[in-house]
């Protein structure tokens, strides 16, 4: 809880409260210890022994919070049906708060000491190769789009039967239709997407540079706008709001211009760089934007007007709830509004030299082969661990590029064209980026890069946040179903 705590800000945690701890089972098991202490305080004012027992009062309190910890863990275990708990990875332990506690600190700790470690990779950045080849590039503008859980396979653009997508389907794009999210973490995500190192390296994502810093070493621009992290005008290094992202010495080392608010749609969002700053004539670029896509809860995500899928438009197969088929109409419904938010920023790049990706962080469930809504991280069950990882990191993954970028880079566009059905997971990323804006860098591996006809397929590990442990996607989920 004190990790989540460090790694969110207060809409994020609002949401969180109003999702899961406020479910009808976690306020009956609230109710229930309610009335136990309720009792216990009455049989304690009934002996009127209440000014006696003052003095041992800490006592009592820390033998009371025992008990109760270990009745909570044994209530747990026996009001979650076998599926909750194997998704969230209960155990009589784990659900035990004395535990959890230790088990915070002990990551909050961890967080904090990875967070000094970039630092000093940061400061220790040398790069003496890191050169623009290719062409002559001084007006090029890179595009990095990363989207909030995106289930691939509610998008029509992979052949879902809603259109979801109808806008990004009149676009000229390359679609790949093999990409893994490297975890279902949004700030676990983020750490490994902006770092050189990658799972199957075994360099852990803090020992190598983050790649905005390599493009400023570059002589690029690089802006950060994120509808999810951004900067407090009276922030401090460290702050609640972004993890390692807002600390001043890694900001400003890797970003010239960050946002300082967001709001609450995507589009307002986006429109508001793009009216306060947009891109500067003759410079290279770098525009990093993070969305709140389709981030739990997802009716928060949208405005009325994109209300176009309802309960009536499903077909019920699995004995669902009304309740539960608006779930999965109101995610489909942000999918819509994302469509039209990625839509309005091609538009608005179509006259430059160009390149766009779009990825989500990772993906989601809602109620596609069980009753689930949001993260889940059974990733090692026998039952079903292949359709938790499919549902949970299967990611859209699109590139586009503006007419003027594929005059330039016509063999580059071929290369991008060629290589849709490459297997690749998120963590190697950078090398993509790097690829398209051509920089060569001591850090640039041409085998990691998704469009490089260099590129070698490897293991593909996601990584689960609550245990850490790396998974290998290909043994479990290879020619299984999805749903
Ligand atoms: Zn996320």
Redesign the pocket.
């Known amino acids: 809880m004190l990790l989540l705590l460090s790694e969110t800000n207060s809409s994020e945690s609002a949401e969180f409260i109003a999702e899961y701890l406020m479910s009808i089972k976690t306020l009956k098991v609230l109710g229930l210890f309610s009335g136990c202490m309720c009792v216990a305080l009455l049989v304690a004012l009934c002996t009127k022994h209440v000014a006696r027992i003052i003095p041992k009062l800490s006592s009592i309190c820390g033998s009371i919070l025992i008990i109760v910890s270990l009745l909570r863990s044994a209530f747990l275990l026996h009001y979650f049906d076998s599926a909750y708990l194997d998704n969230y990875k209960y155990s009589f332990l784990t659900s035990c708060p004395i535990f959890t506690l230790i088990n915070s600190l002990w990551q909050y700790d961890s967080l904090q000491n990875e967070a000094l470690q970039l630092v000093d990779t940061i400061n220790n950045y040398e790069d003496s190769e890191v050169i623009i080849t290719g062409v002559e590039e001084n007006d090029l503008k890179i595009i990095l789009v990363v989207g ?2 995106f289930n691939k396979y509610h998008s029509s653009l992979y052949g879902y039967s809603m259109e979801t997508n109808p806008l990004l389907k009149q676009q000229k794009l390359a679609v790949f239709t093999n990409v893994i999210s490297c975890s ?3 700030s676990q ?1 983020l750490k490994n997407l902006l770092s050189l190192s990658s799972f199957d390296s075994g360099a852990a994502w803090f020992e190598r540079p983050l790649f905005p810093q390599i493009f400023r070493n570059a002589g690029f621009k690089v802006t950060f706008w994120s509808n999810q992290f951004y900067t407090k005008t009276n922030g401090n290094a460290w702050d609640n709001e972004g993890s390692f992202i807002n600390d001043d010495r890694v900001s400003a080392s890797c970003f010239d211009l960050r946002n300082v608010k967001g709001s609450r749609y995507d589009l307002e969002f986006v429109n508001d760089f793009f009216s306060s700053y947009g891109f500067e004539e003759g410079k290279n670029e770098l525009l990093m934007i993070q969305l709140m896509g389709s ?1 739990i809860d997802r009716r928060e995500r949208f405005p009325d007007d994109f209300c176009k899928f309802s309960i009536n438009n499903y077909q019920n197969n699995h004995q669902w709830t009304d309740r539960q088929i608006q779930q999965i109409a109101d995610n489909d419904n942000s999918i819509l509004y994302n469509d039209y938010v990625l839509n309005e920023i091609i538009d608005k790049i179509k006259e430059e030299s160009a390149v766009l990706i779009y990825l989500s ?2 993906g989601d469930e809602t109620h596609e082969f069980r009753d689930c809504v949001g993260r889940a991280f059974d990733f090692d069950s026998a039952e079903w661990g292949d359709k938790v990882l499919h549902n949970q990191v299967d990611i859209p993954f699109v590139i586009y590029v503006t007419e003027s970028y594929e005059k330039t880079h016509s063999q580059k566009v071929k290369c991008i064209n060629d290589s849709v059905d490459n297997a690749f997971v998120t963590d190697d990323l950078p090398h993509v980026l790097l690829d398209l804006a051509s920089i060569q860098s001591l850090y640039f591996d041409p085998t990691r890069s998704l469009i490089n006809s260099e590129f070698v397929v490897r293991k593909r590990f996601v990584e689960n946040p609550q245990d850490f442990n790396l998974y290998d996607y290909d043994e479990i989920c290879s020619g299984k179903d999805v749903f």
């Open positions: 909030e859980s279902n973490s949004t995500v981030h962080d990772h």
